[in-house]
T-cell receptor
Framework: DVKVTQSSRYLVKRTGEKVFLECVQD?????MFWYRQDPGLGLRLIYF???????EKGDIPEGYSVSREKKERFSLILESASTNQTSMYLC?????????????FGDGTRLSIL | AQSVTQLGSHVSVSEGALVLLRCNYS??????LFWYVQYPNQGLQLLLK??????LVKGINGFEAEFKKSETSFHLTKPSAHMSDAAEYFC?????????????FGKGTRLSVIA
């Protein structure tokens, strides 16, 4: 089974801090994704990456950046955290770029910005 | 562009009753469609997917979904609900063979099962 591991289940930070969320997958998947999940809004795509050192903006990239220095690791960075970034963050991976490939999700990081 | 509408943010059924969760999609090209389930404090798990083979797709835990092009629908059903089915369910769409794009998710339907 594919294992997608997010480094923290719960995280509390203060406004203005730089926040790093880490995600690692163990199945040599090409694609990795970061979503945020908010009640009533479903999942919204922040950034995704089809290859090492490559990134593409999703639907809500403002206030976020990403890093993919190694194939198995995809980091989400909140440059200067704000209270409206309090949310559940989900990382996912898929084997290839083909649209029929399912995504495999981590258990999520619940981030609170105070 | 692709989009998904899930009708009903919350559905409640009795244990043993039919489960029907509705999903309608919009796509300019033949789509691929997915249903995911999320149990409390967990990530999403794939239930089933439609990728232009059989229109009736069977998934895990007794769920199935039927792709109806004329109705642009991909509703999820299960003949008999179990307490363990209580979770949030997400429908998602992506471009089919004509493109490589990320999934677009619906807003989710929370399923409650009453004993």
């Amino acid at each position: 089974d594919v294992k997608v591991t997010q480094s923290s289940r719960y995280l509390v930070k203060r406004t203005g801090e730089k926040v790093f969320l880490e995600c690692v997958q163990d199945m040599d998947h090409e694609n990795m994704f970061w979503y945020r999940q908010d009640p009533g809004l479903g999942l919204r795509l922040i950034y995704f990456s089809y290859d090492v050192k490559m990134k593409e903006k999703g639907d809500i990239p403002e206030g976020y950046s990403v890093s993919r220095e190694k194939k198995e690791r995809f980091s989400l960075i909140l440059e200067s955290a704000s209270t409206n970034q309090t949310s559940m963050y989900l990382c996912a991976s898929s084997r290839t770029r083909a649209s029929n490939q399912p995504q495999h999700f981590g258990d999520g990081t619940r981030l609170s910005i105070l | 562009a692709q989009s998904v509408t899930q009708l009903g943010s919350h559905v409640s059924v009795s244990e043993g009753a039919l489960v029907l969760l509705r999903c309608n999609y919009s796509s300019s090209v033949p789509p691929y469609l997915f249903w995911y389930v999320q149990y409390p404090n967990q990530g999403l798990q794939l239930l089933l997917k439609y990728t232009s083979a059989a229109t009736l797709v069977k998934g895990i835990n007794g769920f199935e979904a039927e792709f109806k092009k004329s109705e642009t629908s991909f509703h999820l059903t299960k003949p008999s609900a179990h307490m363990s089915d209580a979770a949030e369910y997400f429908c998602a769409v992506t471009k089919g063979p004509s493109g490589n794009t990320p999934l677009v998710f619906g807003k989710g339907t929370r399923l409650s099962v009453i004993a």
